[in-house]
Each structure stands twice: as C-alpha cells, then as structure tokens.
C-alpha cells in the first residue's frame, strides 16, 4: 500500500509516499528553519504561507523522483493534530483536496504517533508493545504502545517539554534557533558537573516530570553571572543542563522497563537526536538487559515519512476520515481533545 503523506504542523513542510509502513520511496522536505531564524522562533503566520507555497511543489516531486503516477497512490495521509494551527490546516486541506481528486482514503495522523512512528522505519522488526520516551519541542512523555494505535501514557511533564527549555536556555545564551542542537554541540566539550542543576523529584505519579524548575535555574544563573560580570563557561553549562534533563528523564524510564516488565524502549521526537540522552539511555538499558530503539538523526526531527508509517497502522485500524476532517492545535495522543 503507498501512502501519499503530508506534514506541515510546524516549520517543516513535508510529503513522502510510504510503502507498507516500513519502506520509505521518497521523502521531501521544504524547512523553513533559515526564514524563523531571523525572529529567534516560528512566526505562525509566515509559517502557513510557506507551506501553502511549498507543498504542491513537494508533492509533485515527491511523484516525480519515485517515478510513481497519482494512480499508484493508494491513501493520503496527514498530521491533522497538535500543532500550529494555520500551519496544520494547510496540510489537512491539501490532503483532503488531494484524497477527494484520487478518490482515495484519508488517514489522519496524530504528530506524536507520527514520531513514533518514525522507529518502525529505522527498525523493521520493531512490533508493539514497547515503551516509548517521547521529548520533542512541545510534548515530553512516557507512553506504553500497546498496539500500533492503542497507546497508556504513564507520566509526562507537568510544564513545559524538555525541546521548549532547550531552546530557551539556548536563546538566552545567544545560540540560532532552534537552539537545542546548537546546545547539544557546544556540550561536547563541557564538564557538565561544573554547574548545579536542579532534577525533578518523583511526584504523586513518579512518571510525571517537571522541566520548569530547571529552566528557571538556568536562567538565573546566566542572567546573574551577566549581572555581576562573571564570564559562564558555555560548554559546561550546556553540558550540566544536558545532564539535568537527562537525569530527569531517564529514571522514570528505568521505572517503566522494571514495573511494566517491557523489555523494548523507543525514542521519538525532536530532542531524541540529543546526543546525552542517546548515551544514557543506551547505557541504562543495557545495564536492565532492554533494547533501545532510536531513529536515526535524519527521522528525529518533523518528516512526513514518520506520518507515512504510522498512517498504515491507522488504516488497518479502521481510523480513516471523511471531508469533515478538521486541523486541532492541541489533541491528546489518544485521540482525546484537550
Ligand atoms: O519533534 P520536533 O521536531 O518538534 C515538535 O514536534 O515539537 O522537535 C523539535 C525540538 C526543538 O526543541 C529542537 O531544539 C530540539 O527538538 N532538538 C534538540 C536536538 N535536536 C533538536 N534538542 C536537544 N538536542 C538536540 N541535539
Ligand atoms: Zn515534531
């Protein structure tokens, strides 16, 4: 089955045609990121008219360089939620114009599912359940997949996501947008016990986390040492906030792998490319005897292939849409509007 997929939630446009769930043919990517740079963000509605303006073009080319017709085009799937919501809709409209022009179906995407989703092209053998570490720029989560489309979130965070305190820490510190890989890379050379950093402590969930505490800290620091006139030492402060996140997060996945007895641990989203989190995680898991499961760099971050293969598993759950389909800015990964 190739799937036509589209992702525009964010400052990526992107289609991909998706053989199966697993192989991808082409993936086409149009980012934005060099435009927003310039505004230290995504101005949502520059966001939008990029898209608009890219995303015929990618289709056709997404066509094009797999030699595909629109006849071998089987379903058109999308991201329909969460996301900026001008942006998510350029993408719905597209895919619902392109799904009624083929008379095909249309398959809506949750963008945290799509993530996800991203493992099962990395790793063809990878099969639910497993746990999955989600840390992207607006969603930090512990989930449970129990099937492709049956997920249980265990914990997430109670504030903002670990990608969002990347980025403002890498803001303030003079670093491009977005600044989490910018961070990361300044870390390498760090001693990142030079500065201390607060870690959350488990709470009434012990999944849940908080990311808030440690922003605010890094903050202070930077903004008292300008104050007083102390010259920071950037690598190593990079290099402890890394640690600080990792140290949040990785506990509460060596929890989930001894209390649900899953032995399989994924990592989805954007700030799965960090290289501190990859290490640890890696070096937790073989301690407990899990497989961890990673995408490679080039899938961590927005794509429409991810959306591509989780669209398959969508549509073999029945979880196809009409013309009705509407864009959300916020939905929960279960499908739950909030
Ligand atoms: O998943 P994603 O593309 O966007 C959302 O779906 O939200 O994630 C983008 C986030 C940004 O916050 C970006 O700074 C962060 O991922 N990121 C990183 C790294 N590469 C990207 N954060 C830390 N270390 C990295 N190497
Ligand atoms: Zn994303």
């Known amino acids: 089955m190739n799937i036509l997929a589209v992702e525009s939630s964010c400052d990526e446009t992107a289609v991909a045609i998706v053989r199966d769930g697993r192989e991808v043919l082409c993936d086409c990517i149009a980012s934005q990121v060099e435009l927003h740079r310039i505004y230290g963000g995504v101005v949502p509605?520059?966001?939008?008219?990029k898209h608009i303006e890219a995303i015929?073009?990618?289709?056709?080319?997404?066509?094009?360089?797999?030699?595909?017709?629109?006849?071998?085009?089987?379903?058109?799937?999308?991201?329909?939620?969460?996301?900026?919501?001008g942006a998510v809709l350029v993408g719905v409209n597209f895919a619902k114009a392109a799904a009624l022009a083929l008379n095909k179906p249309l398959i809506p995407v949750h963008h945290i599912r799509g993530h996800i989703g991203a493992n099962y092209i990395a790793y063809p053998e990878l099969k639910p359940p497993f746990?999955?570490?989600?840390?992207?720029?607006?969603?930090?989560?512990?989930?449970?997949?129990?099937?492709?489309?049956?997920?249980?979130?265990?914990?997430?965070?109670?504030?903002?996501?670990?990608?969002?305190?990347?980025?403002?820490?890498?803001?303030?510190?003079?670093?491009?947008?977005?600044?989490?890989?910018?961070?990361?890379?300044a870390a390498q050379t760090g001693d990142d016990t030079k500065y201390v950093l607060p870690r959350s402590k488990p709470g009434a969930n012990p999944y849940d986390m908080s990311f808030s505490g440690l922003k605010t800290a890094a903050l202070n620091l930077i903004h008292h040492a300008e104050q007083v006139g102390e010259e920071l030492d950037i690598p190593s402060l990079c290099a402890s906030f890394s640690a600080a996140v990792s140290d949040t997060l990785i506990p509460r996945v060596v929890r989930a792998i001894e209390e649900t007895g899953l032995k399989n641990i994924a990592v989805a989203g954007g700030v799965a490319a960090n290289s501190r989190i990859r290490r640890d995680i890696l070096a937790a898991a073989e301690k407990m005897g899990a497989t961890v499961y990673m995408p490679p760099l080039s899938l961590c971050g927005d794509n429409a292939a991810m959306i591509g293969a989780q669209a398959y598993y969508e549509f073999l759950a029945g979880n196809?849409?009409?013309?009705?389909?509407?864009?959300?800015?916020?939905?929960?990964i279960l499908g739950e509007t909030i």
């Open 56 to 85: 015929y073009g990618l289709a056709d080319q997404a066509l094009a360089r797999t030699g595909l017709t629109r006849d071998d085009i089987d379903a058109v799937a999308v991201t329909y939620a969460p996301g900026l919501i």
């Open 320 to 332: 196809v849409a009409g013309m009705e389909l509407n864009a959300y800015a916020t939905k929960s």
């Open 131 to 185: 746990l999955c570490l989600v840390v992207s720029g607006g969603h930090t989560m512990i989930v449970e997949v129990t099937d492709y489309t049956k997920m249980r979130i265990l914990g997430t965070t109670l504030d903002d996501a670990a990608g969002e305190c990347f980025d403002k820490v890498a803001r303030v510190l003079d670093m491009p947008y977005p600044g989490g890989a910018a961070l990361d890379k």
């Open 45 to 49: 509605e520059i966001a939008s008219r």
